[in-house]
């Protein structure tokens, strides 16, 4: 019997020892779980923030766009005017370089 009663006495041990390791493994996994999730919540956060900024951007991209797009018509508007600008000149300054090289020259 006296077997008997050591192997109870080191199976109650070992069932000890083995509730030991599977509160901590419990402390352990419940210490991650809540790590990871302040971890998720972070990320979480920092994506919000980033959606935020980049929606941000997006609608000063498309103002940036507009204005280019205005700019460039204005630019286009200005060289007509101009090119119309010469042309009047020229058709003013016409008759003027006409007399002039009619005009005997003096020497």
Known sequence: MKPFRTWGAMFKTEKLNMEKVRIGLQQDHASFQTSLTLQITK?????????????????????????????????????????????????????????????PRTQ
């Open 43 to 103: 990320l979480q956060d920092d994506l919000a923030v980033e959606s935020k900024v980049m929606d941000a951007l997006a609608r000063k991209i498309e103002k940036v766009k507009e204005l280019d797009t205005k700019l460039q018509k204005s630019k286009k508007r200005v060289q007509d005017l101009l090119s119309e600008k010469q042309c009047e000149l020229a058709l003013l300054m016409s008759p003027v370089c006409s007399l002039i090289s009619l005009r």
